[in-house]
């Protein structure tokens, strides 16, 4: 059983076309709040990112956004959270929510989401952290994005066990049971030794 103090939540910082993103952050935070686990995130108050956040402090919860110095007024720094850390790279912030969390889930968002997420996977797979990663698909939003990491596993670029270590879901509560019961897999890093 994986205890899980705190979770880092990549967003977008659009809200979106379709309010199904929003209501799935929403919803997230409660679930998390109802079992007392705070939230580490971007740190802005807009988009994706602003609702889970709002979220979060309505239900009581520990919100700690990460932000670089550079973007504190272009994502607009939410100044209402628990705690806002700024450091002074990328680098720096997503050193910093890795270092904070137990698990890492990405809800709707845009380029930064998505390379936040592959990096993290990518030091799943590199056994640089045992932690359980999960994409949480509101509205279908990273249908053709799971289409792809298949095809890739299918094409033997992607092991199978490593696209394992990626957990999918569209309701929150089902995402945090497997997140509890993770167990990281002991895997070689290379498909095979000689190629195809």
Request: aromatic share 10%; with cysteine.
């Amino acid at each position: 059983m994986t205890m899980i103090k705190r979770l880092c939540v990549y967003c977008g910082s659009n809200y979106g076309s379709r309010p199904e993103y929003n209501q799935a952050a929403r919803e997230l935070a409660r679930v998390m709040v109802n079992k007392n686990i705070g939230l580490v995130y971007g740190g802005a108050s807009i988009g994706v990112m602003g609702e889970i956040a709002d979220a979060f402090l309505k239900e009581g919860g520990e919100v700690i956004g990460v932000i670089p110095k550079e973007l504190l007024v272009r994502e607009a720094a939410h100044t209402g959270i628990t705690e806002l850390r700024e450091v002074n790279t990328m680098h720096d912030r997503k050193a910093m929510m890795a270092e904070l969390s137990d698990g890492f889930i990405a809800l709707p968002g845009g380029l930064g989401t998505i390379e936040e997420f592959f990096e993290i996977w990518t030091w799943a797979q590199l056994g640089m952290h045992q932690k359980p990663c999960g994409l949480l698909n509101a509205g279908q939003y990273y249908d053709k994005l799971i289409e792809f990491i298949d095809h890739a596993v299918s094409e033997r670029f992607i092991k199978e066990v490593y696209r394992s270590m990626v957990f999918v879901e569209d309701q929150p509560h089902i995402l945090l049971q497997k997140f509890e019961s993770y167990e990281a897999p002991e895997v070689a890093r290379w498909i095979d030794q000689k190629g195809i």
